[in-house]
C-alpha cells in the first residue's frame, strides 16, 4: 500500500523545527529531506528515520523496521510521530550525523554522431572505380 499525500503533510509538519525539511516522491514511496540529507523514508505510511547514534541517545531503545524489502534496519516511529518536539530533535541529529551527499557526477558532453567509416570506403571505391 503506498502513502497518502496527508500522512507525508502531517509528518513534514511534525518536523519544521529541525530544518529545512522537504520530501521526494521515490519508487512510490517518499524520501525526506533535512537540508540536502535523506533523514527518513514514509513507506506505508509509516515513518522510518535512518539509524544514528545520537537518534538512539534520543529515543532509548527504539523499535527498528525495514521500509522495504531488502533494505536495512531503520528507526520505525510510532508513538512519538504525534510530538513535535522530539520528532524534530531526532531529525536534527540524524541530519547532524549523517555524512553529506556525493556529488553528482557531471554528465559526459554528447559528441556528433560520426558517419560509418563504412559508407566512408565504399564511396570511395565506388569513385576509384568510375575513373
Do not use: W
Request: hydrophobic share 35%.
Amino acid at each position: 500500500m503506498a502513502s497518502d499525500q496527508e500522512f507525508l503533510t502531517y509528518v513534514v509538519g511534525q518536523m519544521r523545527h529541525a530544518g529545512p525539511i522537504t520530501s521526494r516522491k521515490m519508487f512510490g514511496e517518499y524520501a525526506i529531506y533535512c537540508g540536502e540529507k535523506v533523514v527518513a523514508l514514509v513507506c506505508d505510511n509509516q515513518l522510518f528515520v535512518k539509524p544514528t547514534n545520537g537518534g538512539r541517545a534520543l529515543l532509548g531503545t527504539p523499535r527498528e523496521g525495514r521500509p522495504f524489502p531488502g533494505a536495512r534496519p531503520f528507526f520505525l516511529i510510532d508513538d512519538d510521530l504525534d510530538d513535535a518536539e522530539t520528532l524534530a530533535a531526532l531529525i536534527s541529529a540524524t541530519a547532524r550525523e549523517l555524512p553529506p551527499p556525493k556529488p553528482k557526477p557531471k554528465p559526459k558532453p554528447k559528441s556528433k554522431a560520426k558517419p560509418p567509416t563504412a559508407n566512408r570506403k565504399s564511396k570511395a571505391k565506388t569513385a576509384s572505380r568510375r575513373t
